[in-house]
């Protein structure tokens, strides 16, 4: 699965690592290895909202309240939910509302897509510019892998091909350590 909204900004950054500091060399399985031993947790919610200035995002009333959402919530959830739990009286908030707050917050890279799932979690880190995911379909918790370094890499040997990459995505569907036991 190929997808990536911020394609443009991160392939040239990526480009431009990848000459002066990243070696061409292909995926190996310890690189994987590498980025799950990397503790991975989220920010404190204020230093979300500087980071979103910092990469020149107008904090509505509406973004923040989106943002929190998604910082309180332990697994991938959609616009439809989000709608729901920000609606007051029982009345939802519009989801063109939310979904325009989403876009917002992804390309400010403080919310990653969850792709297979139509769904959106907080980046744990929101300066890293790709993100792998591993998805549990039973208990629909997750695990966000930083996988930056390998996207540069894989960037480098796309080139190599005369081939320009403008999105890439990596999902991995499954269970997780404690409902394989189940
Ligand atoms: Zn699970």
Redesign the pocket.
């Given at each position: 699965m190929l997808h990536d909204h911020h394609a443009p900004h991160a392939s040239q950054s990526h480009a431009q690592e990848a000459q002066t500091t990243i070696p061409s060399r292909p995926l190996h399985a310890s690189d994987i290895d590498e980025a799950l031993r990397t503790p991975i947790r989220a920010l404190p919610f204020e230093a979300y909202l500087s980071q979103g200035e910092a990469a020149g995002l107008r904090w509505s009333l509406h973004r923040q309240d989106v943002l929190r959402v998604l910082w309180d919530s332990d697994r991938p959830i959609g616009a439809y939910e989000i709608a729901q739990s920000l609606g007051a009286d029982g009345v939802p908030k519009h989801p063109t509302i939310i979904y325009r707050c989403l876009r917002a917050l992804e390309d400010a890279r403080l919310v990653i897509p969850v792709i297979s799932w139509k769904r959106f979690v907080i980046s744990p880190d929101p300066a890293a510019a790709c993100w792998g995911l591993l998805l549990?379909k039973?208990?629909?918790?997750h695990l966000a892998v930083d996988l930056t370094a390998q996207q540069a890499r894989l960037n480098t040997r796309l080139a190599g091909r005369g081939f320009q990459p403008r999105a890439v995505s990596v999902e991995a569907e499954g269970?997780?350590n404690?409902?394989q036991v189940h």
């Amino acid at each position: 699965m190929l997808h990536d909204h911020h394609a443009p900004h991160a392939s040239q950054s990526h480009a431009q690592e990848a000459q002066t500091t990243i070696p061409s060399r292909p995926l190996h399985a310890s690189d994987i290895d590498e980025a799950l031993r990397t503790p991975i947790r989220a920010l404190p919610f204020e230093a979300y909202l500087s980071q979103g200035e910092a990469a020149g995002l107008r904090w509505s009333l509406h973004r923040q309240d989106v943002l929190r959402v998604l910082w309180d919530s332990d697994r991938p959830i959609g616009a439809y939910e989000i709608a729901q739990s920000l609606g007051a009286d029982g009345v939802p908030k519009h989801p063109t509302i939310i979904y325009r707050c989403l876009r917002a917050l992804e390309d400010a890279r403080l919310v990653i897509p969850v792709i297979s799932w139509k769904r959106f979690v907080i980046s744990p880190d929101p300066a890293a510019a790709c993100w792998g995911l591993l998805l549990c379909k039973h208990c629909r918790r997750h695990l966000a892998v930083d996988l930056t370094a390998q996207q540069a890499r894989l960037n480098t040997r796309l080139a190599g091909r005369g081939f320009q990459p403008r999105a890439v995505s990596v999902e991995a569907e499954g269970l997780c350590n404690a409902c394989q036991v189940h």
